[in-house]
DNA sequence: AAATTACCGTTGCGAGGGCAACAAAGCCCC
DNA sequence: GGGGCTTTGTTGCCCTCGCAACGGTAATTT
């Protein structure tokens, strides 16, 4: 059963042996759940009291515009944790999660989560579960950087820059479309294509698709501002 | 001492006894500390190691500008809670926090925070603490939408109405000067103001200074989309 | 190979809003 | 009351970027 290697590596076991694992999750009541394509995990304007942790397959998290129209939030793979943000606040799902394939999920209450066991393991989890949380605080404030820089330009460049970091080289690929990356950034997706146009004309950098290479990362440090 | 009312009106105490809380603060180590106006109590690029409550007087979180200048992330006054998102993550300040002015702030080393005891009160606290993280999540998700809307108008719109919700009334005050709310919605002060001034015109609000009162909330409704 | 569907680049148009500069009004302290 | 500082309103200029429409290329299906 390699289903431990994935719990392992997901944010909210890491660290713990097999055995560790094996019983940690009875203690904890964890339930294993099988979802076809399609299912709703998650109700938006319902609470949810459990976290959530794929398997297998892929989910989504989206969002009913005002218009009614979807707006896709995240999406996630297997060792993915959902639910953790919203369990810590009493306040209704403001998602809701489908699955993307058929997907296997490993749900656990929140409540047991947080109930002391004395044992390290439940402690580390404590640890991973307040971490994972952090993290996508410090994914979200990444977000909010971009969107207050004032030109297009601009955001672009930071963004490129911190995908470049993130690969830790000048040649990478983005895990967007263009269409998704406009979404990200709040722009125009013409407008995107207009400006990364201009930038390559520049000599600023190059770019196929979701494919780029910085060729002046110090004139992009200069721009992202 | 009424001190221990302050720590009970704290998002991370709440719902705790004095007589929980007398016990409580000796097991996690916690300590008192006096700054005077200015001192530094985290530096930016400096990790942190535990969660600060403000017991009196007030701080506020900064971050350095790429061009140096002093960017004004929030403040807080007695009952606050600061480090606490920064504690889960296992980086380094983005921001640096300084005593507005001279206060008394109780210090609490995270990793005793995390360790489970068995008590009912460090479980509570737990929660509490992970709620609090929780909690600036949404924060920071309820300003991300002001961000991601289209139109200068409909970013207005949907603030003034999110303030009167949370006021309970469409006459309320908001805690921003015009320059305040210009950065946080992130536009042109001018720009604000010449927009408030064309929704005053329209009779769609009244507003002097911090005041405002909506007359129109339902086409402000539609407007913030 | 044709057809259908994503994905991406390009361009013209026009307005929203950034920027700068100035003026008026409120506030504080002497 | 008068000088200085802060906050807010106003206005002209003009550039960026949203919007809409179209064409071209890659990916996928039949």
């Known amino acids: 059963m390699d289903e431990f290697a994935i719990l392992q590596s997901t944010p909210l076991f890491r660290g713990l ?20 394509r399609g299912a709703v995990l998650v109700q938006a304007g319902q609470p949810s009291h459990s976290v959530g942790v794929v398997l297998a397959g892929a989910i989504e998290a989206a969002r009913l515009g005002p218009d009614g129209s979807r707006l896709p939030i995240t999406r996630m793979g297997p060792g993915g944790v959902f639910g953790d943000v919203l369990g ?9 999660v489908t699955a993307r394939a058929p997907c296997e999920v490993l749900l656990i209450p929140y409540d047991q989560l947080l109930r ?30 971009l969107l207050l820089l004032r030109s297009l330009r601009a955001k672009v460049s930071a963004y490129l820059l911190s995908e470049a970091e993130r690969a830790g080289q000048l040649t990478f690929r983005i895990p967007f479309t263009r269409a ?27 770019t196929y698709r979701s494919s780029f ?13």
């Open 116 to 145: 002391p066991e004395g044992s390290a393991a439940g402690q580390r989890v404590l640890q991973n579960l307040v971490r994972s949380i952090s993290d996508k605080y410090f994914l979200l404030a990444r977000r909010v950087d």
């Open 180 to 206: 998704q990356l406009a979404d990200y950034l709040n722009c125009d997706r013409s407008a995107l294509s207009r400006e990364l146009g201009r930038m390559q004309r520049e000599g600023l950098l190059d």
């Open 88 to 96: 810590g606040s009493s306040l209704t799902s403001p998602v809701t």
């Open 17 to 36: 042996s097999a055995a560790d694992l094996d019983g940690l999750l009875g203690r904890l009541g964890a339930v294993r759940r099988s979802y076809n």
């Open 213 to 225: 290479k910085l060729l002046q990362p110090d004139a992009l440090r200069k721009l992202s501002q």
